[in-house]
């Protein structure tokens, strides 16, 4: 059974940090491209970062370069979101995506609020 399970959510003020957690089971995490997406209230979902299989490629959003950053620890099956000087405007749900080819699942998301 897939699983992709998101933790490290929650409220935070601006200027402040936090660090999201993927932990994937049920499929060969390491083969597999991983990629944090938001949505906030009334917006469509966007993408935030990627990151290849082995960690040697990322790629960001404008809207989050220089203060998020992306990584993954295979041995663990774990990808991370470390975020840096929150702003209100990045108050959403966080959801981990996985994808190799056709086969792509989601997690349910955790909320991130900034907010004073």
């Known amino acids: 059974q897939v699983q992709l399970v998101e933790s490290g959510g929650g409220l935070v003020q601006p200027g402040g940090s936090l660090r999201l957690s993927c932990a994937a089971s049920?499929?060969?995490?390491?083969?597999?491209?991983m990629t944090w997406y938001r949505q906030a209230p009334g917006k469509e979902r966007e993408l935030v970062a990627s990151?290849?299989?082995?960690?040697?490629?990322?790629n960001y959003a404008e809207f989050v370069k220089g203060r998020f950053t992306i990584s993954r620890d295979n041995a663990e099956n774990t990808v991370y979101l470390q975020m840096n000087s929150l702003k209100p405007e990045d108050t959403a749900v966080y959801y981990c995506f996985a994808q190799r080819g056709t086969r792509r699942y989601w997690g349910q998301g955790t909320q991130v609020t900034v907010s004073s």
């Open positions: 990151i290849t299989t082995n960690g040697g490629s990322t």
């Open positions: 049920g499929f060969t995490f390491s083969t597999y491209t």
